[in-house]
């Protein structure tokens, strides 16, 4: 029997696709053809943001719908790759004792067919909007869009030739000394998960905040161990963790990699969240060229398989387009 094909829609198609009022052909399309529609936490979030509260309802109410398969959120899939490698590599970073009660109640949330956070987005999305606090906030894209310049320097002084280097040669060196860095060039992924999981650890050890990955990791994951020995955290990402363990670590890193080259705006941290979801799918559809560029070259490049690009494009004729891709018969 037929695998069916996994397709995941860029925020701009869902869109789209209300604009014009396709709803039903493609639930039809979709269902006839063998097509699995799958849908990333990040669209919901992305789609939340929206200014015209008519418009993110129909989306929303068209996201939401049973019918596709709802993925588990981003920072869940990267937390669990994440501590399949400290058990390898660092088992007294892990609590003696775990506390799972959140962790179990987060992930049934996720996982519920209803009456988790897919059914409370359909049912009130401006509720939803409110329970998650800053998620719509302009200090919150604030943020996101510092983190995206600060992934920018570990590229400075690359000229823009060079940004057609392979994926797998890119290498570049920390701003500062390190305890445990080697004084060498250093894959790209490995100094921004590193940059990335420092902040994660410091924010929860001297400040108390939480954040999403913090809810998935903290109930095994132990702050305080993590950073005692900081040469030894720096070894664990910058030489010891596996890529193949941390696939969406990699494809974080090239997508930030790739978007150095480009503009920073709001939709940059959405892409970069995007990318990690490519593992999950067969195809993404998007009117964004260079979002399905990033996307080929790490299909290309990368050192595992993911879904492939297929672009569209925008308003009614992308739909259209669209419509005719969800009806072709798989090779």
Same mark, same amino acid.
Request: net charge negative; aromatic share 10%; with cysteine.
């Given at each position: 029997m037929e695998e069916p094909m996994r397709i995941l829609f860029d925020t701009n198609? @869902?869109?789209y696709i209300v604009d014009v009022g396709a709803e039903k052909?493609? +639930?039809?399309?979709s269902r006839r053809n063998c097509r699995k529609i799958v849908v990333a936490p990040s669209t919901a979030y992305e789609t939340l943001r929206?200014?015209?509260?008519?418009?993110?309802?129909?989306?929303? *109410?068209?996201? *939401?719908?049973? *019918? @596709? &398969?709802?993925?588990?959120?981003e920072a869940f899939s990267e937390s669990e790759e994440l501590k399949k490698e400290i058990r390898r590599l660092r088992p007294e970073w892990l609590r003696a004792n775990p506390e799972l &009660?959140?962790? +179990?109640?987060?992930? $049934?949330d996720w996982m519920r067919r209803t009456g988790g956070f897919w059914s409370r987005l359909e049912k009130n999305a401006q509720k939803e909007l409110d329970a998650l606090g800053l998620l719509g906030d302009q200090e919150t894209l604030e943020r996101a869009r510092n983190e995206a310049y600060e992934s920018r320097k570990f590229t400075s002084g690359v000229s823009q030739r060079e940004a057609? &280097?392979?994926l797998n040669k890119i290498f570049g060196r920390p701003m500062t000394l390190l305890p445990g860095w /080697?004084?060498?060039? &250093?894959? $790209? @992924?490995?100094l921004s998960s590193r940059r990335v999981f420092q902040h994660v650890f410091e924010e929860a050890l001297f400040y108390g905040t939480s954040s999403a990955y913090l809810d998935w990791l903290g109930g095994e994951v132990d702050a305080i161990s993590v950073l005692a020995d900081p040469a030894s955290f720096s070894r664990f990402w910058l030489y010891e963790a596996n890529i193949q363990t941390l696939p969406r670590f990699w494809l974080r890193g090239a997508f930030e990699f790739l978007q150095s080259f480009h503009k920073v705006?709001?939709?940059?941290?959405?892409?970069?969240?995007l990318a990690t979801y490519l593992l999950e799918a067969d195809f993404i559809v998007s009117a964004d060229k260079n979002f399905v560029r990033f996307v080929n070259r790490? /299909?290309?490049e990368g050192p595992f398989h993911i879904a492939q690009g297929k672009l569209i494009s925008g308003g009614a004729l992308g739909v259209e387009e669209l419509l005719n891709f969800l009806a072709m018969k798989s090779k």
């Open positions: 198609v @869902w869109r052909e493609v +639930r039809t399309l929206l200014p015209d509260i008519q418009l993110r309802d129909r989306i929303i *109410a068209l996201i *939401a719908d049973d *019918a @596709w &398969v709802r993925l588990m959120p &009660v959140l962790y +179990r109640q987060l992930r $049934f057609h &280097v392979g /080697r004084g060498d060039d &250093v894959e $790209f @992924w490995r705006t709001d939709g940059t941290p959405c892409d970069s969240q790490c /299909r290309d």
